[in-house]
C-alpha cells in the first residue's frame, strides 16, 4: 500500500528540494504528517490508507507545509508540529495521537483513552501552551516520584524536583538543592529522563564536570556510555513547542 501512496504522492506539486517519505503503521487509522528536524516530511498512513484521500488531505494542506518546513529550516533544525487530528505526540516514550475536542472555558490537555485531547481554541500557539502545560503538570509529578529512588542511590536529597520550560536547558541544579527538568524531555523513555535527573542530582555532590563526576554518575547509571549516545539521538527530535 505504501508504494500505491507513494506512487499517488509524486503527483503534487510539491518542491523539488522537499524531502520526503511515506511510512506504513498499523495501528494509524488516519493520515499522520511529521517533519523532522531537518525539514523532511514523513507521511504516516494506515495500511488501509486509499491513495486518492491521502494525497487529497496533503494536497490541502501544502501551504500550511510549506510555512512549517521554512520555519523549521529558520529555526536550525527545532522540531515543529502541527496540531491537526492524528498528529503524533509522546509522553514518556509512548506514542499518542492528538485529538481537537471542543473548547470550553478553562478547558485543558487530558490524556483519554489512548489520544491527546487537546481543546481546539482555533489558535495553534495558544494549543501549544495548553500541551505543554499537561506536559509540565503531569511530567512534574511524575519526574518527583521518579527522583526519589535515584536520589537514595546516588546519596543526596533534593530540596524539590520539578519541570517547567528552560529554554535551551535540559535540566538545572540550583544553590539551594533544587532541581528542574525541562517539560520536554518528558517525551522520552523514563531511561533517557533519568540521565537528565541523575546528571543534575550528581551536581549536588559533585560541581564540575569532571572524572569524579562521571564516576557517581555510573554508580547510578551503569550503561552511562549507551544512555548518553541514544540520548544524543533522541534530544535532536524533541518537541518544545514551535507551532
Known sequence: MSLSVLSALTSLPMPREWTWQVVVRPRRRTLGIEI???????????PDADPRAVVEAVRSRLPRLADEVERRRRSGGEPVKELVGGASFAYLGRRHRLKLVPAAPGGRVRLNQGWLELPDTGSPQQGASLIAEWYTARGGRWAA????????RA?????????????????VCEPDGSITLHWALMQLPPSL??????HELTHLRVSAHGAAFRH?????????????RRFAEAEPLLWRGAV
Open 216 to 228: 557517581r554518575m555510573r554508580m547510578v547509571l551503569g550503561d552511562l556510555e549507551a544512555t548518553e
Open 36 to 46: 523532522q528536524e531537518d525539514g523532511g516530511l514523513v507521511f504516516a498512513v494506515p
Open 193 to 198: 529522563v533519568d540521565l537528565v535527573l541523575v
Open 155 to 171: 546519596g543526596v536529597t533534593p530540596r524539590t524536583v520539578t519541570v517547567r520550560d528552560l529554554g535551551e536547558r535540559w535540566g
Open 145 to 152: 516520584t521518579r527522583a526519589a529512588p535515584l536520589a537514595e
